[in-house]
């Protein structure tokens, strides 16, 4: 079983940058594909950005390109996010998610683990 704990998130002033770190054990992240999703109050949740798992392919949604990177540290078994620029509008809790495939996946209904999440909020 491949048991996810993300942390990292906490209150940031708008422009201000954060990293979230995701890590895991029970099994190797390695040959996962890993996805950061978040959602806000009343929103559905909405991926964010994603790592392939045998390939270092990656995937990210239009308003968060060239402000946030995904990475993975196979040694560690913990995949990050560093966010920068961040506005107000993405707060949110911020989880992460692995799902065992081929192919880089970006909907939350295809993702099998799934962190706690860790609350990020950016104040104007």
């Known amino acids: 079983q491949l048991h996810l704990v993300e942390s990292g998130g906490g209150l940031v002033q708008s422009g201000g940058s954060l990293r979230l770190s995701c890590v895991a054990s029970g099994k190797s992240l390695r040959h996962y594909v890993v996805g950061w999703f978040r959602q806000a109050p009343g929103k559905e949740r909405e991926g964010v950005a994603f790592k392939g798992g045998f390939d270092n392919s990656e995937y990210y949604t239009d308003s968060v390109k060239d402000r946030f990177t995904i990475s993975r540290d196979n040694a560690k078994n913990t995949v990050s996010l560093q966010m920068n620029n961040l506005k107000p509008e993405e707060t949110a809790v911020y989880y992460c998610?692995?799902?065992?495939?081929?192919?880089?996946?970006?909907?939350?209904?295809?993702?099998?683990?799934w962190g706690q999440g860790t609350q990020v909020t950016v104040s104007p």
């Open positions: 998610a692995t799902v065992f495939k081929g192919v880089l996946l970006n909907g939350a209904g295809d993702y099998d683990n």
